[in-house]
């Protein structure tokens, strides 16, 4: 299963990408995530390790998660799994006359069976959850004001 969604930001590239770099925001703009944080040392770059902690369907999911791009202004990635299932997470970010285009890209592997069966089911949840988050970073990014 493979979710992609898009949003308009009213905010240049610099001003979205300083909200998606920074792990702080994430809970912030990401309505299902309880935490979301870097456990490796040193600065957020390739291969850094990030803990991340959603609440679905009443139950925590613990998720560990690698950097797996980070090209400023453009691109932030992740890969991650859980015991369910293993993702890729794309945020590409695209300079409009407005604005910038925001790309939320992740296809969802499902390891388990039972995800496996229930996955065409959970699409519409997931894509809903998708376009959520992204509607999130879109208020959260112009009610920070814009540096143009």
Not at 71 to 87: K, V, Y
Not at 101 to 108: A, E, N, Q
């Amino acid at each position: 299963m493979r979710i992609t969604e898009q949003i308009e930001i009213d905010a240049p590239p610099t001003d979205v990408w300083a909200v998606v770099s920074d792990l702080t925001t994430h809970t912030t703009w990401r309505p299902a995530l309880v935490e979301f944080r870097q456990v490796s040392e040193g600065p957020l770059v390739v291969g850094s390790r990030i803990r991340e902690v959603l609440r679905w369907r009443g139950r925590d999911v613990e998720l560990d998660d690698v950097v797996t791009a980070i090209e400023p202004e453009r691109l932030f990635a992740l890969r991650g799994a859980w015991s369910g299932a293993e993702f890729e997470l794309e945020l590409r970010l695209e300079p409009t006359a407005s604005g910038t285009r925001v790309t939320m890209d992740w296809p969802l592997r499902p390891k388990s069976l039972l995800l496996r069966l229930a996955a065409p089911f959970l699409g519409g949840t997931m894509r809903r959850s998708t376009v959520e988050e992204l509607e999130h970073l879109k208020a959260y990014v112009e009610g920070r004001g814009s540096s143009r």
